[in-house]
């Protein structure tokens, strides 16, 4: 089975930037405006699988994006963050970064961020 992130890297029209090893595109399921994905070229599962100079291109590929975005959409914050193996909600086994841009009133209360993966233990 071919994977979908490595089918996208060859899919010029969906790549909205790229370095020496990472690519990015936009989420097919957009949680908000903007939401983006940052992947590695290397098929790679995981976060700690990765070398020194992958997780250099996707912390470059962080700034660029959150640049363009905060140009395009204006967000008042953001949330990073990685589903790192099937019991953390990994349903794609191609290490990806998602950028989510977040604003305000997105939801009644933002508060605990990413926590809110477990619902009870967003709030304290």
């Known amino acids: ?57 996707i912390d470059l590929a962080l700034k660029v994006m959150k640049t363009r975005i905060d140009n395009d959409f204006k967000p008042d914050g953001y949330n990073i963050g990685i589903n790192n193996g099937i019991a953390a909600g990994q349903t794609v086994m191609h290490l990806h970064v998602h950028l989510i841009p977040r604003y305000s009133g997105d939801c009644n209360n933002p508060k605990g961020g990413v926590r809110g993966v477990i619902p009870d233990k967003r709030i304290y």
Request: with cysteine.
């Open 1 to 57: 089975m071919i994977c979908i992130f490595c089918k996208k890297l060859h899919e010029q029209d969906a790549v909205v930037y790229q370095n020496n090893s990472v690519f990015v595109i936009f989420d097919s399921f957009p949680v908000t405006k903007g939401h983006c994905l940052i992947i590695p070229k290397r098929h790679v599962s995981d976060y700690f699988s990765l070398e020194k100079s992958e997780l250099e291109d």
